[in-house]
C-alpha cells in the first residue's frame, strides 16, 4: 500500500517511524515532512493548509490511505475533502473535529451527555460577558471558543485580568474568529493527564495514559509551550481509573458525536485533570497529541496501519491492539526563547550519536536540511524518546542520549517524568 502523512512535527515523524515497520506499507509519502521524516519517507513539498493540493497528489499517486496530523487541517475538512474525493482518510470529518475547533460545541455535547467538567458559561457579547464576572469567583479561566495556536486559555487570578483577557479576545480580536465567542468557567485543580482513543465512528479504544509537560521550564513554571515532553504510561492511572474515564468520558462523547450526526473517526484526545470530584475533562482533542504520540508509537506493538484501516472500515471491536509494558518518554529539546520568539538556522549535531543506544529514537519537529546539514528551523526542534522497563530507567536512558545533542541555545525541561516517580 502508498500511505500519505500530512503535516511535519516531531508526532508526524513518530506516526511515519511506525507506519514504516508495517509489512503491508511499500511507500509513505509526507507533506511537508521534516528531514527525519524524509530518511523513511518521501516528503513532498506541500504545505499542509493547501487541501485541494493535498488531495490532488493523492488522486495522482493512487495513494491508499492519507493519516493527517494537525489540528487546523482537520478544523479547515481535510478529510471531507478527501472523502468527496473517493479517497480513504484517517481523521474526523469538519463538523467531528469541531469537538476540538469549538469549545462551545464540546461543553454543550458533555452538558448533554452529563460527562463532568468545569462549570461554565458562553458568551458573544462582550458587555454581558464582562457583567458576568461580577458574579463569579477567582481565579477563573477564559478560553477562545476556536483553535487559537494553543494560546486561547487565559487563567484569570483578578477580575481586572478577566477584564483584560475579554478585551483581546472579543475586542481586539487577537485570535480573529476565533475569540468572538468565549466560554468562561470554573477553574480546577489537580494533576493532568493525556488520554487517547482510537475511535470508528462508534467505538473508542483507550491508549495508556500520559502526562505532558505543557510549561517551558522546569516546575511547570513560565508560559505554556505546545508541550515540552510526556511519558506513558502515568503509573498512578490506575486500570480502574482507565475503565471509568472509558465508560463516563470517552464512550459517552462517541455516542453523542454520533447521534448529533458527527460520528468520529480518528484519535480522539481527551485532556484531564484529576479533581477531588474524581477526572474532568477540560478540553477534547481530535488528533494525536505532540509529544504524547511520540511516546505512544515507542509502546504500541500493534501495526499501526491494521489500526487505522479498522478505524475507517467501521470494525474496531474486531481488532486486538497490544502495548508494551514498557515505559517510554518524550524530551523535547527546544530554541532558546521558545514559545516566545528565538533564532533559526543553528547546526544541529550529535543525532546518530543520541540513537546508538538502540531504545533512544529522535523524532525531528523544527528542523530542516541546508547544505547536507540538519538545522534548527522551529521552536520544538527534536523529541528525544527512549522506552525501557521502567519509567525511571526511560528517563535515565533519554537523558543520557540528549547530552549528546547539541546546538546554540538548545532548551529542555530536566524533569520530565518525574512526578510519575515514587
Ligand atoms: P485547554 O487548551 O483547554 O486544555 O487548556 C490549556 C491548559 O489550560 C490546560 O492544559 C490546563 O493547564 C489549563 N486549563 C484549562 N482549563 C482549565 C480549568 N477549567 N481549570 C484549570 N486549568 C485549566
Ligand atoms: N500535547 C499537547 C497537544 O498536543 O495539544
Keep these: 500500500m502508498k500511505i500519505f502523512v500530512i503535516g511535519s512535527g516531531g508526532r508526524e515523524h513518530a506516526l511515519t517511524w511506525k507506519l514504516a515497520q508495517s509489512p503491508k506499507i511499500k511507500k509513505i509519502y509526507c507533506a511537508p515532512g521534516n528531514p527525519g521524516m524524509a530518511e523513511i519517507a518521501e516528503c513532498v513539498d506541500i504545505p499542509a493548509d493547501k487541501l485541494e493540493l493535498l488531495r490532488d497528489f493523492a488522486l495522482k499517486q493512487q495513494l491508499d490511505i492519507t493519516v493527517i496530523g494537525p489540528d487546523d487541517c482537520l478544523a479547515a475538512g481535510i478529510v471531507d475533502v478527501f472523502q468527496q474525493a473517493g479517497l480513504k482518510v484517517f481523521g474526523p470529518t469538519q463538523k467531528a473535529a469541531r469537538i476540538e475547533s469549538s469549545k462551545s460545541y464540546a461543553k454543550r455535547l458533555m452538558a448533554g451527555a452529563g460527562i463532568p467538567t468545569a462549570q461554565y458559561a458562553e458568551f458573544e457579547d462582550h458587555q454581558r460577558a464582562v457583567e458576568y464576572l461580577d458574579t463569579q469567583k477567582f481565579p477563573l479561566v477564559i478560553k477562545a471558543d476556536g483553535l487559537a495556536l ?14 483584560q483577557a475579554l478585551r483581546s479576545m472579543m475586542v481586539d480580536a487577537s485570535f480573529g474568529q476565533a475569540g468572538r465567542k468565549v466560554i468562561i468557567e470554573e477553574f480546577l485543580q489537580g494533576p493532568e493527564v493525556s488520554i487517547h482513543a482510537f475511535c470508528d465512528g462508534h467505538t473508542a479504544r483507550l491508549f495508556p495514559s500520559a502526562q505532558d509537560h505543557k510549561a517551558a521550564y522546569d516546575g511547570d513554571q513560565g508560559p505554556n509551550t505546545g508541550g515540552m515532553g510526556t511519558y506513558a504510561p502515568v503509573p498512578w492511572v490506575s486500570a480502574e481509573m482507565i475503565g471509568n474515564i472509558q ?6 462523547i462517541i455516542k453523542a458525536l454520533a447521534d448529533d450526526g458527527n460520528p468520529f473517526t480518528g484519535c480522539l484526545y481527551p485532556g484531564l485533570i484529576y479533581t477531588q470530584e474524581g477526572f474532568k475533562v477540560l478540553e477534547f482533542n481530535a488528533r494525536f497529541g505532540d509529544p504524547e504520540t511520540q511516546s505512544y508509537m515507542r509502546l504500541l506493538k500493534t501495526d499501526l496501519l491494521e489500526i487505522i484501516e479498522a478505524c475507517i472500515d467501521g470494525r474496531l471491536p474486531e481488532l486486538d491492539i497490544n502495548w508494551s509494558s514498557d515505559s517510554a518518554c518524550c524530551i523535547v529539546a527546544a530554541s532558546g526563547g521558545y514559545p516566545g520568539s528565538y533564532q533559526k ?35 520544538r526542534v527534536l523529541g528525544l524518546t527512549a522506552a525501557a522497563k521502567t519509567l525511571k530507567e526511560s528517563l535515565d536512558k533519554g537523558y543520557s542520549a540528549l547530552s549528546k545533542i547539541h546546538f546554540n541555545d538548545m532548551h529542555f525541561r530536566k524533569d520530565i517524568g518525574r512526578k510519575g516517580l515514587p
Design 150 to 163: 494553543g494560546k486561547g486559555v487565559v487563567i484569570c487570578h483578578s477580575p481586572e485580568q478577566a477584564v
Design 247 to 252: 465508560t463516563s468520558i470517552v464512550d459517552p
Design 345 to 379: 538556522g543553528f547546526t544541529v549535531s550529535g543525532i546518530d550519536e543520541a540513537q546508538d543506544d538502540p531504545e533512544v529514537i529522535v523524532f525531528q519537529a523544527g528542523t530542516k536540511r541546508e547544505n547536507g546539514k540538519i538545522v534548527t528551523s522551529g521552536g
